[in-house]
DNA sequence: ATGAAAGCGCTAACAC
DNA sequence: GTGTTAGCGCTTTCAT
């Protein structure tokens, strides 16, 4: 590969040391500080950079200064339209502010997780962004023990002192069970799955809360054990069977799979069955316009995260305390929305 | 943050050089070559690597070794489900080759894609992965030109010397139409827009190919001037009123708009009109069993992409000719699948 | 207002 | 087999 321009060419050919190249350089981004540099001298330096279009190399820079710019953020799958939505904010945000994000999926397997946790370091990111998996706490608390500045994202871990971005899951539960009991649903059952993330049990208690304000004593909330279509399509049949008015799926692939079950086997919504999730489909709106769903603030999410991030990052003392950031849920009918 | 152990500090404390900790650390990677460290000697720098948990830094090691083992990659649009499963595989294979991958979205603007491609550069990577857009042409050349080495993805530049991983678009596009010939339908058209883009264009080619050698002269391309909703709507219910038998799309944007339309008025696929689409979506197999669709194959895309970048990389002399890697399409209609 | 010089952590030649 | 040493390109005191 042909060898880059450096600081040192500009220097010689701008006639000028390579400490004030760099200064040039890196205070033009900058604004005005101190900025103690003759307005010609710079001009000559702005040219030959412009010149040869110079471009710093981010390794040396990093290496001296220990600033990286690179942000590492570990979701569960990039490819689930949720977190792929999140990321294309947060690539934006990235963007936007000079910084380099590194995605990572773990998949839900906290061994992995810890992996790319351990190669982002080894990369040199500032900070990261985590949505946290099953068993991963103790990774995670070591990761933010060794210094490393650390915001959970969509899921919180229960009782440890992480900052973190989350949705108010529970209200989002409570207005969303209200909303079908508002529509005059009595018998309405939960669809979930065995798990400690906070996201998930946000989501169960907001729904047994509410069931419980509206003096509606019989709920009931399924946790399938592998999760997997023939168990969904199980508990909605058995469902309709037992002449439930309204379903409730926790999760996205689960309520993909419900969709599919309603679908397969003729439940019309509302008719037979409400149908009712958290994150919205491409394969929703388009065809039932009554699902009732959360509607995920996702630029927030990102923002929100990216900017408590590097926050932390930049000023280390504020990284002690953390910081709990929850945002305010809509529960909308996909009626009610514009399409595509 | 705390300081990291360094390869120093390992050095002192086994009692032996940094160099020879160097050596163990990433021969010790690369399995045998010409290893000549004796065992004992080894056992203990690794030992004290170990127990400081020692983490090379690759800031240094890429501004010394010139080798980043850093990957870009612009696609059009992250959260778009065709580019997010892509994004998925290629991160999958980067981080089994200890790869690590940048992304970056275009937008389809070639202003935004230079952007991005000069970002990445600056940050060191040591090749691109690149979805062109409409106009990126030049920019792409001048970066490919100055021998950074690039792989185009999903789309080619007609006529330009780049190494690229494409679908066989023509014959996907043949298929079918040819299929939907079999099927029994005459009055087939086609749905795209106006550009230049070779997937879109062979797209395009391939239906009319098809058609002709069924001899139907009958043949109308579409191209909406903005691709939004009323128009695609529009052209919907105008080819319903021609007695369209069967209607392609070429884009995965506006399939989804052309099935919300096709909801929307009550039209059934395949009673009314028959559907067919490149990239399917959840959106589809979940309701129509008889949309016919173009599979792409996702993982390969991705292995093919990577391997062949990683290739020219390095050997920069195989860089010099370009490679062009022709994905065999499958067309299937959704039933055949399994779903969710 | 500008320059000299000392490294950041690592690798690659070359010496022993 | 193992150590010495010279930088990679940049930032950052500290002089001037």
């Known amino acids: 590969m042909k060898s880059r321009i450096t600081i040192t060419d500009i220097a010689k050919e701008a006639g000028v040391s390579t400490a004030l190249v760099s200064f040039v350089m890196s205070n033009k981004a900058k604004g005005s500080r101190e900025y103690r540099v003759r307005p010609e001298t710079e001009k000559r330096v702005l040219e030959v950079a412009a010149k040869y279009d110079y471009q710093p190399n981010s390794s040396a820079r990093a290496l001296r200064s220990g600033e990286y710019r690179t942000i590492g953020v570990v979701l569960s799958d990039i490819s689930n339209k949720f ?77 440890a002192e992480f900052s973190s971005v989350v949705l108010n899951n529970f209200k989002a539960s409570v207005i969303m069970t209200e909303t079908l009991v508002g529509k005059g649903f009595r018998k309405i059952e939960m669809i979930s799955y065995k798990t400690t993330l906070s996201n998930i049990k946000d989501r169960e208690s907001g729904y047994l809360k509410a069931m419980e304000g509206a003096g509606l004593t019989e709920t009931r909330i399924h946790r399938p054990e592998y999760c997997n279509y023939r168990e969904i399509e199980q508990i909605v049949l058995d469902a309709k069977a037992r002449n439930v008015e309204a379903l409730i799926f926790t999760t996205y692939n689960m309520s993909l799979m419900g969709r599919k079950a309603f679908i397969s086997h003729g439940l019309r919504v509302p008719q037979d069955c409400f149908f009712a999730c958290f994150n919205n489909s491409d394969a929703f709106d388009l065809y039932e316009p009554d699902i009732l769903y959360v509607k ?38 996909s009626s009610s929305e514009v399409h595509v």
């Open 296 to 333: 995920q603030p996702i630029e927030q999410f990102a923002v929100e995260a990216m900017t408590l991030l590097v926050k932390m990052i930049n000023e280390p003392e504020s990284a002690q305390s953390c910081t709990k950031i929850i945002l305010q849920p809509e529960v909308v009918f």
């Open 83 to 159: 977190y792929a939505e999140i990321s294309r904010q947060i690539e934006n945000w990235a963007f936007h502010h000079d910084y380099v994000v590194l995605f990572g999926s773990s998949d839900e397997n906290p061994k992995k997780l810890s992996n790319v946790m351990k190669v982002f370091k080894n990369k040199g990111v500032d900070g990261m962004i985590i949505v946290p998996c099953e068993g991963s706490e103790s990774a995670i608390s070591q990761m933010a023990g060794s210094g490393m500045p650390v915001v959970l994202l969509d899921r919180d871990i229960p009782g």
